[in-house]
């Protein structure tokens, strides 16, 4: 019988041989992927080469007839912008999915919007399924598997999921990846990344999508999607993570049987969570079921940093007793550095410590453009005055995050990819809980863990206040000669200051308009005496028994006052500038 590390050593093999055969990507010396992966010229016949001139411009001119056909160029709106991702093909619903779960990112009424973006598309034909397979096990399926049932469960853009039992007799899931989906995919980043520029100069485009940080977003997830390994990697974390917990499992994954375009897991029958009926005739709580789902939610965010971020009803089941997830192609990680900075944001929305919530905000996110502070704390201080009038339990969850990404968006800070699946998944988390139970809602959950969620971890700020002085003794030693060399530059005229007042631009503005005022004045006081002066004298030519150079001062000096007069009146009250 082969030993662990036997089956370690054949898995890795097969790993890299797959690797080496299927992913056309490139990786760098330190192992991760590169951006923009370049295709193995040498890959099987199955896969289309990406770069062939004529594909691009046949896919290209496939983009144009859509857009086209939707009169892109008369304006864009929410549903026409989806319709186009939805003709457009699997990459663009992939993008537009993701831009779903941005709305620090992009605006409410696309986000809204592209939630609707159908994941199921047509079923692959039997015989490439077979294909698939034969490529990842040889062609003789039958020492694998007994029988496949032809019928999908079901069928997405990427892959497509079949009932099987293997050769030894236990029911498995065997998810098959569509053949060229990620020469497909690639090809239409390239073209996307081609087209920005021009994107970026169409007013259609730009006032709705960010093409570079959506397409940065999309390749990484996308490539990490089209790699089933990661999935496994991911429910076999899971499953160990919560061991030791009767109630809550994950699927079994054969790891021996997966490789990156084919998954093979266990098959998971039980009762759909939002199967009222089924789950009351067999005897369960479904009171207790949420409770304890939701109490698992916040676990997996606050002691492992490890989410289910797609938690809707069709991804989890229950089974003799226990709650079961069944996907894992689409999980959230948050930094120890998150979940601190998350941790202080609950504190201080409890205490309504605005400022103190605005700052981690600003900390936790990233700044686009120069913030306006004091607006940016009034807002969060508006924020924090509606959602902390009620208890926990009265709070609309759905409408807290919206209200939240509303404020970022309009002041230009986007938040981490973890914490935006987290709110997202949140939502999604509410959903089906109120499904579950029309009771309990996520906000009630959460105010039975309110202990936990502000309690301290003693020892891990014991430590990071130890490492804070450690460092604060070595800035301290480093002090004097630092100060040292700044004298040195000062002396030897090395030393420039920059001086950036946010929120100053108003401020300077308004001084400036004052300048040119008291500049018009002065110039007006100037031709007037000046021009009185001339008057005195017999300078000639004449215009009405005064000399002709002197009319004209005071004339130009009456046009001038008459201009600023109108300026301060009417254009001052339209706050127009001077």
Not at 353 to 361: E, P
Request: charged share 25%.
């Amino acid at each position: 019988m082969p030993t662990a590390a036997d089956r370690n050593s054949r898995d890795n093999r097969i790993m890299q041989e797959n690797i080496r055969k299927q992913n056309p990507q490139t990786t760098d010396p330190g192992g991760s992927p590169d951006p923009m992966p370049q295709p193995d010229p040498k890959q099987g016949n199955d896969d289309r080469h990406p770069d062939t001139a004529p594909s691009q411009l046949r896919r290209l001119g496939q983009i144009l007839r859509i857009l086209k056909k939707h009169k892109v160029t008369r304006g864009m709106d929410p549903v026409k912008f989806r319709q186009i991702l939805e003709d457009l093909g699997p990459t663009y619903v992939k993008i537009g999915q993701i831009m779903a779960t941005r709305q620090d990112i992009f605006s409410q009424r696309y986000c809204s919007e592209l939630e609707k973006l159908r994941s199921d598309v047509k079923p692959m034909p039997f015989e490439t399924v077979k294909e698939v397979l034969t490529e990842a096990y040889g062609p003789d399926l039958d020492k694998v598997f007994t029988r496949i049932d032809e019928t999908p469960l079901g069928s997405a853009s990427i892959a497509q999921v079949h009932k099987a039992w293997l050769k030894d007799g236990p029911m498995v899931v065997v998810k098959v990846q569509r053949p060229g989906i990620y020469q497909e995919m690639e090809e239409d980043i390239r073209l996307l990344r081609k087209a920005s520029g021009i994107l970026k100069l169409s007013d259609v485009f730009s006032s709705v999508v960010d093409v570079n940080v959506v397409l940065d977003e999309f390749w990484t997830s996308a490539q990490q999607e089209m790699d089933f390994t990661n999935e496994a990697q991911n429910a076999i974390r899971f499953r160990r993570d919560y061991e030791d917990c009767a109630w809550l499992s994950a699927p079994v994954v054969y790891e021996d049987l997966t490789s990156r375009k084919v998954m093979v897991m266990e098959y998971i029958s039980g009762c759909e969570i939002d199967d009222d009926a089924r789950l009351d005739a067999e005897g369960y709580d479904r009171h207790e079921i949420a409770m304890r789902l939701g109490t698992n939610y916040i676990t997996q965010i606050t002691d492992f940093g490890f989410f289910h971020a797609d938690p809707h009803s069709g991804n989890i089941r229950v089974r003799d007793g226990q709650i079961v997830y069944i996907d894992f192609g689409m999980m959230g990680t948050l930094t120890d550095r998150d979940r601190r900075l998350m941790k202080q944001a609950i504190k201080a929305l409890a205490v309504r410590d605005t400022l103190k919530l605005t700052d981690t905000i600003l900390t936790l996110g990233v700044v686009k453009r120069p913030p306006d502070y004091a607006n940016l704390t009034q807002s969060i201080e508006e924020y924090v005055s509606i959602y902390c009038e009620n208890s926990l339990e009265d709070i609309d969850l759905p409408a807290m995050v919206q209200d939240l990404f509303t404020i970022c968006h309009e002041y230009g800070i986007a938040l981490p990819k973890g914490i935006s699946m987290l709110a997202r998944s949140l939502v999604t988390f509410e959903g089906t809980i109120e499904v579950l139970d029309p009771s309990t809602n996520a906000m009630k959950i959460i105010s039975t863990q309110k202990a936990s969620l502000l309690s301290s971890d003693w020892g891990r700020d014991l430590q990071h206040v130890l490492t804070r002085l450690q460092a604060d003794a070595d800035h301290m030693l480093n002090m004097p000669v630092q100060l040292s060399d700044i004298l040195s530059m000062v002396r030897r005229g090395q030393l420039k200051v920059n001086l950036d007042l946010q929120g100053a631009d108003s401020t300077i503005a308004n001084f400036d308009r004052m300048i040119n005022r008291i500049i018009v004045c002065l110039l007006i006081v100037a031709l007037l005496m000046s021009s009185s002066i001339i008057c005195t004298t017999k300078m000639k030519p004449e215009f009405l028994g005064i000399p002709l150079l002197g009319f004209a001062g005071f004339f130009i000096a009456f046009c001038m006052s008459m201009w600023l007069f109108v300026k301060m009146l009417f254009l001052h009250q339209k706050n127009k500038p001077f």
